[in-house]
């Protein structure tokens, strides 16, 4: 586990206006509710193909990730 913490205060405001739960985002990922959790909580990372797949999901471009992915 990573010791830097993210803000994923943009991520979760855009999985809401898109998706409009996290429960469906993460059906749509292919993940767990409670994986999700872990993750957008710093307990587990993103992997990079999960970073991927939830770009697609969310209409974002490779150029957003850092935004969306790793703010610190």
Do not use: H, W
């Not at 767990?32 to 710093?42: D, G, M, Y």
């Amino acid at each position: 586990m990573s010791a830097l913490k993210f803000n994923y205060s943009k991520l979760r405001g855009r999985i809401k206006e898109i998706c409009g739960t996290n429960a469906r985002f993460a059906k749509m990922l292919g993940v767990a509710e409670t994986t999700l959790s872990a993750k957008l909580n710093n307990l587990n990372e993103f992997t990079q193909s999960e970073i991927f797949k939830a770009i697609k999901i969310l209409g974002l471009t490779n150029a957003d990730i850092p935004i969306y992915f790793f703010a610190t």
